[in-house]
Antibody
Framework: QEQLVQSGAEVKKPGASVKVSCKAS????????INWVRQATGQGLEWMGW????????DYAQKFQDRVTMTRNTSTSTAYMELSSLRSEDTAVYYC???????????????WGKGTTVTVSS | DIQMTQSPSSLSASVGDRVTITCRAS??????LNWYRQKPGQAPKLLIY???SLQNGVPSRFSGSGSGTDFTLTISSLQPEDFAGYYC?????????FGQGTKLEIK
């Protein structure tokens, strides 16, 4: 079935970078966008940006523009999200989520990874 | 950025109750509104997209309505698995912002 499998938990020091992976299976990876959403403990959902796996085009939320990079490897159907200059406020669960098929008039996220916990601590 | 405001922030109800959650956008978003349910420790699950379209496999007790700036999610008869968090999200323009969430608790 269609699924997104994310990499394991990470512990990083302030100022470091983290790279989270998201491997797609059960569907054509290049036909659907990949979004990244994060959630701090006990807090709400925060959309970080999306990437088109076919073209590599990205659209980042302004808040993360200077620190986030979304990439992909089409040969392994894997998307990546790298966040740099980490600070304690970046401690959160990071989710990848699939956008709709190309041409769909409405945008939504219908398949989600289980999340990757990133802890930033000295 | 478009701000999304949900109400209430928390809600107590019983199994079998009918409940409604409201979401308001800071500007018109047509019908570009999605609803998600998130159980504790799990990823969000898409319930409703395009304001009123039921996602495949989602029970018919869930329904959505609204357009422009005001939207509602209604659960017609609460089941035990519905006691969870609910989030609206606008997909009219990026950044695709979420509401702050509504926590639905057992009375």
């Amino acid at each position: 079935q269609e699924q997104l499998v994310q990499s394991g938990a990470e512990v990083k020091k302030p100022g470091a970078s983290v790279k989270v992976s998201c491997k797609a299976s059960g569907y054509t990876f290049t036909s659907f966008d990949i979004n990244w959403v994060r959630q701090a403990t006990g807090q709400g959902l925060e959309w970080m940006g999306w990437m088109n796996p076919y073209s590599g085009y990205t659209d980042y939320a302004q808040k993360f523009q200077d620190r986030v990079t979304m990439t992909r490897n089409t040969s392994t159907s894997t998307a990546y999200m790298e966040l740099s200059s980490l600070r304690s406020e970046d401690t959160a669960v990071y989710y990848c989520a699939r956008g709709p098929v190309a041409g769909e008039p409405f945008y939504y996220m219908d398949v989600w990874g289980k999340g990757t916990t990133v802890t930033v601590s000295s | 950025d478009i701000q999304m405001t949900q109400s209430p922030s928390s809600l107590s109800a019983s199994v079998g109750d009918r409940v409604t959650i409201t979401c308001r956008a800071s500007q018109t978003i047509s019908s570009y509104l999605n609803w998600y349910r998130q159980k504790p420790g799990q990823a969000p699950k898409l319930l409703i997209y395009a304001a009123s379209s039921l996602q495949n496999g989602v029970p018919s007790r869930f329904s959505g309505s609204g357009s422009g700036t005001d939207f509602t999610l209604t659960i017609s008869s609460l089941q035990p698995e519905d006691f969870a968090g609910y989030y609206c999200q606008q997909s009219y323009s990026t950044p695709y912002t979420f509401g702050q969430g509504t926590k639905l608790e057992i009375k």
